[in-house]
């Protein structure tokens, strides 16, 4: 191989190892090209990608990459499964293991989850959980239980309280006996209005006499003498 396609490669392994999260290494002497080709395609719609590498170039890539991790498991015959970030690592662990399973030939080395190395029992164990999906609704439940539970805390309160002003609202119901009557719809007709008082008497004019003198509006009126002097 040429230093500029050496070169090449590294690049690509490097780029590879930024991009994934986390990656699975494993010896893959003894499997054939079919069963490599049928891995790789069980691997792709895990979302990972299988790749025989070599080691000396992948060591350059892990050092550039920051990899550190991926270098005490680069001896023998090597071949990554690079989980891409949409991929599904525990998906791809479980099918590198059934085929280690089926082939007896497959042997884990370890790998690297989140930035964190893996042995080859931490890759079993991996491959033994619950798809993710499952383990995501998991992982809700175990979120909201605890929601719920103090939603119910905050909510008992309230109820209790319901239950005491609707216990109360009886008691005073039945302490305050039958219902009154209702009111009568017609009303009590209007008190017949007084008899008009008689208007009182003029006071009569007492006679001249000596019990005092005559009232001036009883007096006969004044003789008109200008009268008698026309005629």
Same mark, same amino acid.
């Given at each position: 191989?040429?230093?500029?396609?050496?070169?090449?490669?590294?690049?690509?392994?490097?780029?590879?190892?930024?991009?994934?999260?986390?990656?699975?290494?494993?010896?893959?002497?003894?499997?054939?090209?079919?069963?490599?080709?049928?891995?790789?395609?069980?691997?792709?719609?895990h979302g990972a990608r299988f790749s025989v590498v070599k080691n000396t170039l992948t060591r350059r890539a892990a050092e550039a990459a920051g990899a550190d991790g991926l270098l005490a498991l680069l001896e023998g015959p090597t071949?990554?499964?690079?989980?891409?970030s949409d991929g599904d690592p525990v998906a791809v662990a479980k099918a590198l293991s059934d085929t280690a399973r089926e082939t007896k030939v497959l042997v884990f080395r370890g790998g690297v989850i989140s930035g964190k190395a893996?042995?080859?029992?931490?890759?079993?164990?991996?491959?033994?959980?619950?798809?993710?999906?499952?383990?995501?609704?998991?992982?809700?439940?175990?979120?909201?239980?605890?929601?719920?539970?103090?939603?119910?805390?905050?909510?008992?309160?309230?109820?209790?309280?319901?239950?005491?002003?609707? *216990?109360?609202?009886? /008691?005073? &119901?039945?302490? @305050?006996?039958? $219902?009154? =009557? #209702?009111?009568? +719809?017609?009303?009590?007709?209007?008190?017949? *209005?007084?008899?008009? /008082?008689? &208007?009182?008497? @003029?006071?009569? $004019?007492? =006679? #001249?006499?000596? +019990?005092?003198?005559?009232?001036?509006?009883? *007096?006969?009126?004044?003789?008109?003498?200008?009268?008698?002097?026309?005629?």
């Open positions: 191989m040429q230093k500029a396609d050496k070169e090449r490669v590294v690049a690509e392994l490097a780029a590879r190892l930024r991009a994934s999260e986390s990656l699975i290494v494993a010896d893959y002497r003894g499997l054939t090209n079919a069963q490599l080709e049928g891995l790789r395609s069980k691997l792709v719609e071949a990554i499964a690079f989980v891409e893996m042995t080859e029992a931490d890759v079993e164990t991996l491959a033994k959980l619950p798809p993710v999906d499952v383990l995501k609704s998991q992982l809700v439940g175990v979120i909201v239980a605890p929601l719920t539970q103090l939603l119910g805390l905050l909510e008992a309160p309230l109820r209790d309280l319901v239950g005491l002003l609707d *216990a109360r609202i009886e /008691q005073l &119901a039945d302490s @305050a006996g039958p $219902a009154a =009557a #209702p009111a009568r +719809d017609t009303q009590e007709p209007p008190a017949e *209005a007084a008899a008009p /008082q008689p &208007a009182a008497e @003029a006071p009569v $004019a007492e =006679a #001249p006499g000596e +019990d005092g003198p005559v009232d001036a509006d009883a *007096a006969e009126p004044p003789v008109d003498e200008t009268a008698n002097d026309s005629e």
